[in-house]
């Protein structure tokens, strides 16, 4: 009978960024892990294992591992576990993962969903990859209000807000508030019929986006270019590049959540609603049966895109040489909707809201630091 060894890494993203079997994370990521690392049981079956990353293991042979995303860091720590080279991914694997993790990839796939998927004129998000100080000057002053992503990096982490001296200087950094008014409109006129469970869905959701939307209106975590030169040239020393993306005013977050098999075959598992806080940090996810996400979501966003949207991902993941799950975090949007924000070739809390949807499971899953610890449910609606 298979099972599976199941790992929660969350430093993924940062130790591919470093590359080495040796990364160490920061202190706070590693506590993350050690008191987080129970996750997988939430999904896991009868027979699997959930590896608490201290023990040893030993693996039967039709045993697979499957961690929150590969990186030499995590086969190191899992061959001092014990483990078999034959259980692991060989080092040619990993240098592609790594290279697919790049935001290069993000970038070049938004590039061809403007080209191929205009959405009637209500497509937004364009990025440019930029290997010097020079470029990123003149890609900020192209999109006037931008932000700076590390190519590796996740949640929030190596992300800047950059604004153009241009726009500061002639007091232009302003929201298109009328556009806002039309969607808290649409809020307010909710359908009033809906039961008890999609109620408290809603106004959950409700809530998420305008917070989210009001964050649009904080000038006060703006810089200009200046101030992150220091920060731009050590990323660039490091990584390599920096990505430069226009800023959207965000309205809401959503993505599509997919697994791959490595042979052309991709498996649709889920629409994922999620919330972060005002530096981007991952908050939450809304837990619900999947018709009720489609509904809320195609309040404002035709159905026809969004089914335009997810055939023209199936369709292009199927090119990629990998296995695994993929997920993609898009954006709704006062300028309209992006249809590639990031692309994950790991596990993410959304394709987990998804797993724990089917077990019948309904409510806002959370990850919290509170009072210096870790912690994560899920809160029934209306709890």
């Given at each position: ?62 045993t697979h591992i499957l961690p929150w995303g590969w990186s030499p860091a995590l086969c190191h720590q899992l061959r001092q576990a014990g ?53 990123v000057r003149e890609a900020v002053k192209r999109y006037g209000d931008a932000l700076l992503k590390a190519p590796w990096s996740s949640s ?109 075959g991709v498996e649709f598992r889920g629409l994922s609603l999620f919330y972060t806080n005002e530096r981007g940090a991952y908050l939450g ?99």
């Amino acid at each position: 009978m298979n099972s599976n060894l199941f790992v929660f890494n969350p430093e993924d993203d940062m130790a591919l960024a470093d590359g080495k079997p040796g990364y160490t994370p920061p202190a706070q990521i590693q506590q993350m892990r050690r008191e987080l690392w129970w996750l997988p049981e939430w999904w896991a079956e009868e027979g699997d294992i959930v590896w608490n990353g201290e023990d040893k293991l030993s693996l039967s042979d039709d045993t697979h591992i499957l961690p929150w995303g590969w990186s030499p860091a995590l086969c190191h720590q899992l061959r001092q576990a014990g483990v078999q080279e034959s259980f692991l991914r060989s080092a040619e694997r990993l240098r592609h993962i790594r290279e697919l993790s790049h935001r290069e990839t993000a970038v070049g796939l938004l590039q061809e969903l403007r080209e191929q998927l205009p959405l009637d004129g209500h497509f937004a998000g364009e990025s440019t990859l930029c290997h010097s100080e020079e470029e990123v000057r003149e890609a900020v002053k192209r999109y006037g209000d931008a932000l700076l992503k590390a190519p590796w990096s996740s949640s929030g982490r190596g992300v800047r807000r950059s604004i153009s001296e241009f726009i500061i200087h002639n007091s232009q950094c302003t929201i298109n508030n009328s556009q806002f008014r039309i969607h808290n409109s649409q809020l307010d006129n909710q359908n009033s019929e809906s039961d008890n469970h999609n109620s408290e869905f809603t106004n959950n959701n409700s809530q998420f986006i305008i917070h989210n939307s009001e964050f649009n209106n904080q000038d006060s975590k703006l810089s200009s270019l200046e101030a992150d030169k220091g920060w731009i040239n050590r990323i660039i020393r490091s990584q390599g590049s920096i990505v430069v993306e226009r800023f959207l005013h965000k309205v809401a977050d959503f993505a599509l959540e997919f697994w791959l098999d490595g042979k052309g075959g991709v498996e649709f598992r889920g629409l994922s609603l999620f919330y972060t806080n005002e530096r981007g940090a991952y908050l939450g996810n809304w837990v619900a049966p999947e018709g009720q996400k489609l509904a809320w979501l195609a309040q404002y966003i035709p159905l026809p895109y969004l089914q335009e949207i997810r055939r023209w991902w199936e369709e292009r993941l199927r090119h990629f040489d990998y296995s695994g799950p993929v997920g993609i975090d898009m954006m709704l949007a006062q300028e309209g909707i992006c249809p590639c924000i990031e692309v994950n070739w790991r596990m993410t809390m959304g394709l987990v809201s998804c797993m724990v949807a089917a077990q019948g499971r309904y409510g806002r899953m959370v990850v919290e630091y509170i009072y210096g610890h870790y912690s994560a449910e899920v809160e029934p609606f209306g709890g």
